[in-house]
């Protein structure tokens, strides 16, 4: 009898602290809840809402060709970053738009408008692809003519109009603000120039010029750099708009944050070039080297007898400010980073590295993971189909997420759809973080 009086207690007990693990696992940690493993995780985000699908036709891919800009020295993946205006460019474009090469050098950019996709379509391969960081009406594409030729056009979308088209080189962005188009071309006669050109979005092209880098109390130009348009070679007179031709060097790095206001950094030089009356003039320019920290601040870390110093300052401006010695070291200069408002609240990437979180850690990403288990049977079934898939996507399905958007964009290999992502605390701070 007291065996089982000993049995019941127990079984009691086991009931009551089961409860007690049932009531907390509806709370979030802060409140004295218990944070749900990876796995549990997993299986929680294993159904995710299809809100697109699109067939691709055999042969056609989300890929670019020759699809690197001057200051990329790797390609990225196609599962990218967060999608941000600084990064290169990638065929998954915010939850709008996929660009796809085919056969037969072909093209399209395929736009998601309406509950229906509209194509964009081209006779020749394409090396970038682009939509306006701010309202997504503007789609600009560089195309791969042959023989060392390219094309840049800017369409408005979804009307598909072509607003203007120029003969360019392999690289084409907007300026962080989405006001103005950046794009450039190699100095043929000198490897370490390069000419740059900036046309606007909205209104009438300036007219050509060229920067004269006679800026009082500043440095001349390098010797031997061209100061009027007459002394670029055919190519580079040909390019419109006012024009700014630069020093490049393997490890070189630019920025346009605003449609005026451009940032160069080389071999251990900066320069703040700010766009006034159509020609580039220097605002001010020293020794150190930039190390941009979008889309809020540029860094700067420049020699003294000290030792090595940091100062930032705001993106408009070059108006500079010593950084605090006990704050850990930045990270190095990487289109991933992304950056908290407050300069002391830290960055991350969507790799999930981080820098100087401070007290409001965000989760770690874990959706990747459970989309690609959610998708390796369909993927499976591709790869059975088509030769081609497994040459494309040798482990699995590919997956770009766009967290900023909620989105994520999934290739199996015959299709590609956009998913909705799971609301998650993680996806509420990356907002906030970006606003």
């Known amino acids: 009898m007291p065996q089982k009086r000993y049995l019941i207690a127990t079984l009691f007990i086991a009931g009551m602290l089961l409860l007690v693990a049932v009531v907390q696992a509806f709370k979030p940690p802060r409140e004295g809840g218990v944070a749900p493993d990876a796995a549990v995780l997993s299986l929680n985000l294993e159904s995710f809402e299809t809100i697109a699908d699109l067939r691709l036709e055999d042969g056609w891919a989300p890929r670019f060709t020759s699809a690197q800009d001057p200051d990329q020295w790797e390609s990225w993946p196609s599962g990218g970053g967060f999608g941000t205006a600084w990064e290169p460019a990638s065929p998954y474009m915010f939850d709008h738009a996929l660009a796809l090469n085919g056969p037969g050098g072909r093209s399209e950019v395929a736009l998601w408008h309406g509950l229906e996709w509209r194509h964009f379509r081209f006779d020749a391969p394409m090396a970038s692809a682009r939509m306006d960081p701010g309202r997504h009406n503007r789609l600009l594409v560089t195309l791969n003519l042959g023989r060392g030729r390219f094309q840049t056009k ?63 109390g500043l440095p001349g130009a390098p010797r031997g750099f061209p100061v009027r348009l007459e002394q670029l070679w055919d190519d580079g007179k040909d390019l419109p708009g006012p024009k700014l031709l630069i ?48 889309p809020w601040r540029m860094g700067l870390v420049a020699d003294s007898q000290d030792g090595a110093l940091r100062s930032r300052s705001e993106i408009g401006t070059a108006e500079w400010e010593p950084v605090p010695a006990d704050l850990p070291p930045w990270p190095a200069y990487d289109a991933a980073w992304l950056w908290r408002k407050d300069a002391s609240q830290g960055a991350l990437t969507a790799w999930d590295l981080r820098w100087h979180e401070g007290e409001s850690p965000l989760p770690r990403e874990r959706q990747r993971s459970s989309l690609m ?20 996507l040798p482990s699995g399905p590919q997956i770009a997420l766009r967290e900023l958007n909620g989105v994520a964009w999934v290739w199996v290999g015959d299709r590609v759809l956009i998913v909705r992502l799971v609301s998650t605390e993680r996806l509420r701070k990356l907002k906030g973080a970006a606003e």
């Open 154 to 216: 800017l369409l408005e979308v979804p009307e598909g109009r072509v607003l203007w088209a120029v003969n360019s080189g392999p690289w084409s962005r907007f300026s962080w603000d989405g006001k103005s188009v950046l794009m450039g071309l190699a100095d043929p006669t000198q490897a370490s120039r390069l000419l740059l050109t900036a046309l606007p979005v909205e209104g009438d092209w300036p007219d050509s010029s060229l920067a004269p880098w006679n800026e009082e």
């Open 247 to 294: 020093p490049w060097r393997p490890g070189s790095q630019f920025w346009m944050p605003q449609r005026d206001r451009l940032w160069v950094s080389s071999e251990g030089v900066w320069t703040f070039w700010r766009l006034r009356e159509g020609i580039w003039q220097r605002e001010a320019s020293g020794s150190g080297v930039l190390s941009a920290q979008p």
């Open 373 to 392: 288990g959610a998708y390796r049977a369909e993927w499976r079934a591709a790869s059975n189909l088509r030769a081609s898939v497994r040459g494309w």
